[in-house]
């Protein structure tokens, strides 16, 4: 029985000590703040200076304002102190291992953000301070910190911003806080789809200033932020790059066409739209040029003078055959030099150096056009095998057809090789290859009243022979009327089917009637009008014959100057395809330079290239 009181007086004991807890942490808490003053720096001498141990978790970054220039943090910080007026003995304070105070109730130090950006300036959240026995105090304010960051964006999309954190006491020199730093600590961070941290180095430094000989210690840490840069390469180099390709596509574009300026100009436009985005993103300042409006300066240059060269290419495409020749310079440069080093042939390389382009394209038609023959005809007419090579020999060919009894011709024209002369040469002569053309397009009006005159002044003699002679010779004479007309008509006829004229010699005499009289006049007057009227059919044919010839002389220079402009032309095209050529080729041999050049020269771009693209 003894043992059982004794166990419930153990007991009782035991939960009596554990009641006590609460009245020792309240007595502790009443005797330690009863002479505290929070504005009293807690060192035991006032010569004595005060350490505080600073150090900087950082949980997320969560924004970097490129525009204007803002970095915001989530972060806690973490100071540490020992104060001399909080010190107890456990002993005498059972239980009571560590106590916590407002930061209104006791000496915390003034840490501040120097370059705080936020509207209260102290974003952070004011929490308990936990104390130990020991006097040694651990403050961990949370907060949202807004701070100026100088964001460089020299190589954007490919940079790496440094943000400093500059914390340090407001109130509280060298002498009395001695501020010191402690690591930063990262191993809470949440990743950013932006940025990647890099680190959060930090220092220590001390500023004089000139009002004051004592130290101003601060605690500066530097967080270290790399660019993503996947988001931009595809939302803005990518479209970039394909719209300097659109500019060589401009060079491939015919002159023909009409669109060569529509799509340099559109590419301009884009490019421009490309390049507000840019400066929306980034900021309004003079110290660097952004490696991205670089890129994109250097392909509106481009795209500018690509524009230009466009606009010449299309000046040499439609120039004016008529405002004068090529310049020789222009000449030996697109024509021959340029085109030899692009492997560039000209269009009538292949074709027979002996010919003129018109010539050569007109043997070419030849063959397949079909011959013109005479509606008044029933005689087939042969085409000959080749067409007069020049002017001089179209004129011997009319000549022969004036002339056709000169000693010196050698072959008469004729529609049927029976009708030849026996004594002409067998071998024809060049510059007979003419098309025979019969004289029925050659019989005019004034031919036929010149020979309707001659038959009634030929009818009238006649007459009068008749009324003078014998009666045979009247008969002779009225049989003689109408055989002359019908000898006319006969040689009329003859013509108009192509017959070359009978071979009469004329006489020296241009009056019949004075060199024979009697029985033979009639007979003399009917030869002397077949001579009249054949010597009146052929200066009818002569003046014909020569104002063909003037048409065809006039047809021939036509054809000549059109050939000398077509090939001027087709001069002046083809420089404008050469410059079309070599601007094709060195548009894109710049384009591609200025394309490494400019996006390799940033430090990081090979990181951002495996980390972000591989």
């Given amino acids: 029985m003894w043992k059982a009181m004794a166990l419930w007086l153990l007991i009782f004991a035991t939960l009596l000590r554990a009641s006590l807890q609460g009245p020792h942490q309240r007595l502790l808490l009443r005797e330690l703040l009863r002479d505290y003053n929070p504005m009293e720096r807690p060192v035991a001498n006032d010569s004595q200076i005060l350490t505080v141990q600073f150090s900087f978790t950082l949980m997320q970054v969560m924004d970097v304002d490129e525009k204007n220039q803002i970095l915001t943090t989530n972060a806690w910080l973490q100071m540490q102190w020992y104060d001399h007026y909080l010190q107890w003995n456990q002993s005498e304070y059972p239980g009571v291992k560590n ?15 120097y370059n705080s950006a936020h509207d209260k300036f102290d974003a952070t959240f004011k929490t308990n301070v936990l104390v130990n026995s020991s006097g040694f105090c ?48 990262v191993s809470g961070y949440m990743t950013n789809g932006e940025w990647d941290l890099l680190g959060v ?30 988001f931009y390469a595809l939302n803005l180099l990518v479209p970039c790059v394909l719209l300097s390709s659109m500019t060589l596509v401009c060079f491939l574009l015919p002159a023909n066409s009409g669109e060569k300026i529509s799509l340099g100009i559109t590419v301009l436009l884009s490019l421009t739209v490309f390049m507000l985005m840019v400066a929306e993103i980034m900021p309004a300042t003079s110290d660097s040029v952004p490696l991205i409006g670089q890129y994109f300066a250097s392909i509106m240059v481009i795209v500018g003078t690509s524009v230009v060269a466009t606009v010449i290419v299309l000046q040499f495409h439609h120039h004016n055959p008529n405002s004068g020749h090529m ?35 007109f043997q070419s038609k030849a063959p397949s056009s079909p ?74 009006a004034a031919e036929l009243e010149s020979v309707q005159r001659s038959r009634a002044a030929t009818h ?82 002569e003046h014909q014959l020569h104002a063909l010839l003037t048409e065809v002389q006039f047809l021939v220079e036509r054809v ?55």
């Fill in 138 to 185: 651990e403050y961990l304010p949370p907060g949202i910190f807004v701070s100026t960051c100088t964001v460089d964006v020299r190589w954007f999309p490919f940079d790496i911003q440094r943000c400093e954190l500059k914390f340090g006491s407001w109130t509280f020199d060298g002498w009395l806080v001695d501020l010191q730093m402690k690591e930063a600590d």
């Fill in 560 to 614: 000549k100057e059109q050939d000398r402009q077509l090939g001027l032309a087709e001069q002046w095209q083809f420089a404008a395809a050469v410059i079309d050529r070599l601007c094709l080729m060195g548009f894109s041999v710049f384009n591609i330079i200025c394309t490494i050049a400019i996006l390799m020269a940033a430090p990081n771009f090979g990181e951002a290239l495996s980390k972000d693209f591989l």
């Fill in 201 to 230: 180095p930090g220092g220590r430094h001390e500023v004089f200033y000139d009002c004051c000989p004592q130290p101003y210690p601060d605690v500066t840490f530097v967080v270290t932020l790399r660019r993503r840069t996947l």
């Fill in 460 to 541: 009238g003699r006649f007459t009068d022979a008749a009324a003078g002679g014998e009666g045979e010779g009247a008969e002779a004479g009225g049989g003689g009327g109408p055989g002359g007309d019908m000898a006319i008509h006969h040689e009329i006829q003859s013509s108009k089917f192509g017959s070359p004229p009978q071979d009469i010699p004329l006489s020296p005499d241009p009056d019949p009637f004075t060199t024979s009289s009697g029985p033979c006049g009639l007979e003399a007057g009917v030869a002397a009008g077949g001579r009249s009227a054949a010597a009146i059919r052929s200066v009818a044919v």
């Fill in 99 to 113: 106590l916590r105070f407002t930061s209104d109730q006791i000496w915390t130090p003034d840490i501040l953000l």
């Fill in 327 to 361: 310049p020789r310079w222009v000449h030996l440069v697109l024509l021959q030099w340029v085109p030899w080093f692009l492997r560039m042939k000209c269009p009538g390389d292949g074709a027979d150096p002996t010919l003129s382009g018109c010539q050569a394209d």
């Fill in 371 to 444: 011959t013109t023959t005479a509606t008044t005809t029933t005689i087939p007419t042969p085409v000959p095998p080749n067409l007069p090579q020049s002017l001089n020999s179209l004129q011997a060919s009319l000549a022969q057809l004036n002339h056709p009894h000169r000693p010196n011709s050698q072959a008469v024209i004729s529609p049927n090789p029976a009708h030849r002369d026996a004594s002409a040469s067998p071998h024809p002569q060049p510059n007979g290859q003419l098309l025979y053309m019969g004289f029925q397009t050659l019989q005019s």
